[in-house]
């Protein structure tokens, strides 16, 4: 017989504290980051606006993983992993800082929150994993609410709503190719050969797209960037410090700093089908977290 799930060192009230509300600050820090490049995609292209934000915190992420992760997290034992996961994530960057030049950043942010669906669809597929018939019927409504949000056939659909469900897609793979990763290698490992692997990749083309930065907004550079790195580092240290299925549902409360940026800075107020949409969405990927974190059942008598 089982014993009853005890709280351990690993998960003490204070512990699961702090993760709780480096989670929360985390996705603000991330929710800035994505507001600040939809403010700096109106005139910069969004690879430009990737590679700066890269290279700015690249001594940042370098400084983390030798406080936090030694010496030993420089090396990587599968660099050919990295390059792909960088091509991913300035694919998936792109799409998605494209999207705001043409949506409201409540309505990219919400189609986005499609990503864990995408990615329990793409483990049964692909992987082998074994999904059940409740979390599949989660990844169906999930996708009727991104129909709900982009209107397809409607006279409010546009086509540039597909770049965030896309964006979602290509990160599901992302986070799933965290599997081609050495386990030896450390998160702050993988944190810092994606940010210096997308620096070296979007330098090779980023010429091509660029456009003179103005002094008065460097400092948006900055804070892109400032405010990516941290906001990454906390959500990484909330699932350290605290379990996945009670920090995980709070990716969700991005929809709220979403909302919030988007009507103090643009005066954006999403549609009531966008918020219905939103709420179908968000609803199903906490389903699918709570089925994939909910304690075992003891065995019958």
Not at 110 to 134: K, N, Q, Y
Not at 202 to 212: E, N
Request: glycine share 6%.
């Amino acid at each position: 017989m089982n014993k009853p799930a005890q709280t351990t060192a690993a998960e003490t009230p204070e512990r699961t504290s702090a993760g709780i509300i480096l989670m929360c600050a985390g996705v603000a820090c991330l929710s800035a980051n994505d507001a600040l490049a939809k403010f700096l995609v109106a005139d910069h292209a969004p690879l430009q606006i990737l590679f700066l934000r890269n290279v700015i915190a690249l001594p940042f992420a370098l400084a983390l993983v030798l406080v936090l992760g030694g010496r030993g997290a420089l090396r990587s034992h599968k660099p050919a992993a990295h390059l792909v996961r960088g091509v991913l994530w300035i694919a998936a960057t792109i799409l998605f800082f494209t999207s705001f030049r043409h949506l409201e950043l409540a309505e990219a942010t919400a189609l986005i929150f499609v990503a864990p669906l995408f990615i329990t669809a793409l483990s049964a597929l692909f992987l082998g994993e074994i999904v059940g018939r409740r979390r599949w019927q989660a990844v169906i409504v999930g996708f009727i609410g991104v129909l709900i949000v982009i209107r397809p056939g409607s006279a409010a659909f546009q086509p540039v709503s597909l770049l965030p469900v896309l964006t979602a897609l290509i990160y599901a793979v992302l986070m799933l190719s965290a599997r081609w990763v050495d386990s030896r290698e450390s998160v702050w490992t993988m944190l810092l050969y994606l940010t210096g692997t997308s620096a070296v990749l979007s330098a090779l083309i980023v010429p091509f797209f660029w456009t003179p930065v103005r002094p008065e907004t460097l400092w948006l550079f900055v804070a892109i960037a400032l405010s990516g790195t941290a906001g990454m580092t906390m959500m990484t240290q909330a699932f350290r410090l605290a379990p996945a299925g009670i920090v995980a549902p709070l990716d969700y409360t991005g929809i709220v700093w979403a909302t919030a940026f988007g009507w103090l800075i643009w005066r954006e107020v999403p549609d009531a089908p966008a918020f219905i949409g939103a709420g179908v969405i968000i609803c199903s990927g906490l389903f699918v977290i709570w089925r994939e974190h909910r304690p075992a059942k003891p065995p019958g008598p």
